[in-house]
């Protein structure tokens, strides 16, 4: 470390706030917390604005924050800022050193998965920060970047108490915003077909999203009669949440898209087993226990009779569950810090400022 080194960051308004837990948010603020300790100068910039929008509030306030930035500055811009407003970007890319952290490209949703101003922004950038290898390869082959370019640091997990489970292993936890790429409504249809089976899920994430599907998994799970089996608790935070996790089975991530999916290393840390969609950078989130063993159930995304075949396997195969169990507990020990993804990313600095 020398003297100096500063990194400006610029981040959606909102990373601190407690009722906004998204893996972007809780990425970018565990790093800033991190690069701090590190000795960084971190200057933290949240732009206020309805992201990835690009209207003209948004444009103006980018425009603003960037043209402060004095020249040769070293930029770490979250791709929800960037990809959206490209346009204004690119050009500070001329006098900046612009680094785009990418948790989840827009060209994901984009009509035959290409978004051709993101790709613009990207080979225009100093560098560009990914919390996958399977991110990084997408970005690889859909945009054509240079390989020196495109960087991985993947997130990592804060120390927490292993959580032991039950014997019957019936507490099902499910974590995320409810939205169609997160899956719960496929969940439910999964879950009326292990309906026989002793099992209550509960669901952590906002219902105000896309309050439309949180109220479709409602009806669904009444239409069930799995209403009082299926709970959807809004966003939890602190002690609460804490609570949530100490009384889990198995987390299940019934997702369409994830560019790595944190929740699932969160579960590990805590020496939970996970039933997943085997999508994006999920099988690398979930990784192996040191001997080898997989630490959970991977399931194509969006199939409902998989998944509830995975269901049915952990809650009736009490061997097979203490299996799992052993591999997650044993995975916690080789999961990274958010030390180790703050070292990452300073080097990647270092690099575009020497």
Sequence with gaps: MTAGEVVHVLVPEGIHDPLRPSGGNTYDRR???????????????????????????????????????????????????????GTVVVPACHRLRVVV?????????????????????LRASAAVVTPSA?????????????????????????????????????????????TPDKGQAVLVAALSRVADLAWRCTCVGSLSVFPEYADRARRDAR???????????????GDELARRWAATDVLVLPSRKETYGMVVTEALSRGIPVIASDVGGVPEALGAAPGGAQ?????????????????????????RRAALRAAARERRTNLASWADTADRVGRVLREVAA
């Design 295 to 319: 630490p959970g159930l991977l399931v194509p995304p969006g199939d409902v009779p998989p998944l509830a075949e995975a269901l049915r396997l952990w809650l009736s195969d009490a061997d």
């Design 101 to 121: 952290l990418m948790h989840m490209p827009l060209g994901l949703d984009a009509a035959g998965g290409l978004h051709p101003e993101e790709g613009t922004l």
């Design 31 to 85: 790093l800033v917390e991190e690069l701090e300790a590190a000795g960084w100068s971190v200057r933290l910039v949240e732009l206020a604005g309805s992201w990835p929008d690009d209207g003209e509030a948004e444009r103006d306030t980018l425009e603003r924050e960037l043209r402060a930035l004095p020249d040769g500055s070293v930029a770490l811009v979250d791709g929800l800022v960037a990809s959206a407003l």
């Design 134 to 178: 399977w991110a990084r390869s997408w970005l690889l082959a859909t945009y054509g970047l240079d390989p020196d370019l495109v960087h991985v640091a993947r997130p990592g997990v804060d120390p927490v108490p292993r959580v032991d489970g039950t014997e019957a292993g019936g507490a099902l936890l499910c974590v995320g915003a409810v």
């Design 223 to 237: 239409h069930h009669q799995l209403d009082e089996r299926f709970v959807l608790t809004g966003a939890l935070v």
